[in-house]
C-alpha cells in the first residue's frame, strides 16, 4: 500500500477582466495545488479547482477534508474519495494519472486536439475575436443572456468571422423557452454556429425540442457531475455533453463511462492554472474527445 506526504497551497489569481455570465460576475478565482510526495521519486500535483454554482464541494469543504488526512494519503484512499467532494477526486486522481495511464482504457485513439477561444460577452467580442484568429483559433464560445440585443450582435459578429471558423453559443441556462425557440430558429439560418449550450436547465423539455432543430445542443450545468452525465445519457440525452473534468468527480470512472458509451464531448476549463488545465486536456486524449477543446482561458487569469 504505497503511502503519499500530502501538501496543500491555496491560491487567489484576478481575471485580467472580470468574466461576466448569465450567473454574475467572477472577478477572482480560487483553489489550490495538491502536491503528493511518494517516498521514493518526484512529486505529483494536481489542483482542486472548485466551482460550487455547478455543485461542486467549496474550497473551504475541500481544504477541510484534506486537512483531514493529518499529511498523508494512501492510493486506496485516493480511489476512495467521497463523491461529495468530485473536485479532490479530480485532483487526487489526476495527480497519479501519468503513472496509471498505460493501464488506462482509451475511448479511441489519440486524437489532435485544437482549442476554441472564449471571447467577453456582448459587444466586446466584436473587437476580441481577432487576436485568437490570428493565432490560429478558428472555433470560439460566446456567452450569451447577459447584454440586450444579442440576437442583433451575433449578426454583427457572424458577419465579421471568417468562413474558416465555427462559433457555440452559451446561455449558462438563461433563457426561457421561447427565447430557446426564438434562439433556435435563427441559428438554424447560420451554418457557421457549432452548437446552442444549455439554453435552459430543463432536461425533459431540451429532449423535446432537440430534434425539431438542426442547430445541436449541449447540456453542462445539467451535467456538472458524472452522475448527473451518466442520468442524462440514459434518458436518451444524445447531443452534446460539456464536460468540465475538474469538478465532474473521478477521472478514472469517467475515462470508464466514456470508453463504453462514446458520448459526443467536449471538454472545458473552470478556469484553473496550468496544472488543471494540463490535467483536463490529459483527460480528454484519455476519453477520445473529437471536438475543439474548450480549454482557451489561459489569457484570462493573471498566473
Known amino acids: 500500500m504505497l503511502s503519499y506526504k500530502v501538501q496543500i497551497h491555496p491560491y487567489s489569481i ?4 472580470p468574466l461576466r455570465t448569465a450567473h454574475g460576475t467572477w472577478s477572482r478565482r ?10 521514493t521519486g518526484q512529486p505529483l500535483q494536481g489542483e482542486i479547482a472548485p466551482l460550487p454554482s455547478f455543485g461542486s464541494e467549496t474550497l473551504a469543504q475541500a481544504l477541510a477534508w484534506v486537512e483531514s488526512l493529518q499529511g498523508t494519503i494512501t492510493t486506496e484512499q485516493i480511489c476512495a474519495i ?10 487526487f486522481e489526476t495527480a497519479l494519472l501519468p503513472q496509471l495511464e498505460t493501464s488506462m482504457p482509451m475511448a479511441n485513439g489519440c486524437p489532435e486536439f485544437t482549442i476554441a477561444a472564449l471571447l467577453p460577452a456582448g459587444p466586446t467580442a466584436l473587437t476580441h475575436w481577432q487576436t485568437p484568429y490570428q493565432r490560429g483559433h478558428r472555433t470560439f464560445k460566446w456567452k450569451i443572456g447577459c447584454f440586450p440585443n444579442e440576437l442583433d450582435l451575433l449578426g454583427l459578429l457572424l458577419a465579421q468571422l471568417p468562413r474558416d471558423t465555427k462559433l457555440r453559443l452559451d446561455a449558462n441556462a438563461s433563457l426561457t423557452l421561447e427565447q430557446t425557440l426564438t ?14 449550450e444549455q439554453p435552459l436547465n430543463d432536461l425533459e423539455t431540451l429532449l423535446a425540442i432537440a430534434p425539431q432543430f438542426s442547430t445541436p445542443l449541449a447540456l453542462d450545468e445539467s451535467i456538472a457531475s458524472l452522475q448527473q452525465l451518466k442520468e442524462a445519457y440514459h434518458q ?3 447531443g452534446v455533453f460539456v464536460i468540465k473534468p475538474a469538478i465532474v468527480g473521478s477521472p478514472k470512472k469517467l475515462i470508464e463511462f466514456c ?6 464531448t467536449v471538454f472545458s476549463s473552470v478556469f484553473e492554472t496550468p496544472i488543471g488545465r494540463y490535467h483536463g486536456i490529459n483527460l480528454a486524449h484519455h476519453c477520445g474527445s473529437d471536438r475543439p477543446l474548450g480549454y482557451g482561458t489561459a489569457d484570462w487569469l493573471l498566473e
Open 183 to 196: 434562439w433556435l430558429d435563427r441559428l438554424d439560418r447560420s451554418p457557421q454556429i457549432e452548437y446552442l
Open 82 to 91: 467521497p463523491d461529495p467532494l468530485p473536485c479532490c477526486q479530480f485532483a
Open 259 to 264: 470508453a463504453k458509451f462514446r458520448p459526443d
Open 14 to 17: 484576478p481575471f485580467r477582466h
Open 236 to 238: 436518451g440525452w444524445r
Open 30 to 39: 480560487t483553489g489550490a495545488i495538491v502536491t503528493l510526495t511518494p517516498p
